[in-house]
C-alpha cells in the first residue's frame, strides 16, 4: 500500500471566480477606480486579488512521488490587507511563529484598548495621541496587574 493511500489528502483548488466578492470586484473594479481615484496601492491590491489563485495567472504542477498524482496549484497574491484567502493564510502563519519562536512557554493575557468608532477615526488619524493614549493604557494597565498580583508573583508585562 503506498502512502497515498494510506494518508488519503485530496488538493482541492479553491476557485475564487466562483465568490461573490471576486465577481462583484471583477465587474465594477473600473467604475469603482474610474468614480474614486483611489490610491495605486489600493488599486495594486484589487488586481493583485482578482488574480489570486487563478491558473491563467500562473501556477505550479505538483506530483505526489509516491502514488504520482499531478495537480496544479495556483499562485497566490500573498496579500496582506485585502485578499480574503491570503490574510487568512498570513494569519495563522504568524499566530504559528509567535506560539512557537517568539512567546514564552508561560501563561500569557491579553488585553485590548476598545473605543467608540468615533474616537477610533480621531485616533487613527493622530500618531501623536495615539502613542500617548497608548502610554497611558500600559501605564494604568501595569500599575492594575502590580496591585491585583499575587504576593511574590513574578508577572512582566509587555506591549
Not at 479553491?14 to 465587474?27: G, K, M, N, S, T
Not at 488599486?43 to 509516491?66: N, Q, S, W
Amino acid at each position: 500500500m503506498s502512502a497515498c493511500a494510506a494518508t488519503p489528502t485530496v488538493y482541492r483548488r479553491r476557485e475564487p471566480e466562483a465568490d461573490v466578492l471576486y465577481e462583484v470586484i471583477r465587474e465594477h473594479l473600473e467604475t469603482f477606480v474610474a468614480r474614486y481615484d483611489p490610491p495605486a496601492q489600493v488599486r495594486r491590491a484589487f488586481e493583485a486579488y482578482l488574480r489570486c489563485g487563478i491558473l491563467a495567472h500562473g501556477f505550479v504542477r505538483v506530483r505526489c512521488p509516491e502514488c504520482r498524482e499531478e495537480s496544479l496549484v495556483a499562485f497566490s497574491c500573498k496579500g496582506r490587507g485585502f485578499c480574503p484567502s491570503c490574510t487568512a493564510r498570513q494569519a495563522a502563519e504568524t499566530a504559528a511563529h509567535l506560539v512557537d519562536r517568539v512567546l514564552p512557554h508561560v501563561p500569557l493575557r491579553q488585553w485590548v484598548l476598545a473605543m467608540p468608532p468615533e474616537m477610533q477615526v480621531r485616533v487613527v488619524n493622530d500618531p501623536a495621541l495615539e502613542t500617548r493614549l497608548l502610554a497611558l493604557f500600559t501605564k494604568e494597565l501595569e500599575e492594575v496587574l502590580r496591585a491585583t498580583a499575587k504576593a511574590g508573583a513574578r508577572a512582566q508585562a509587555g506591549s
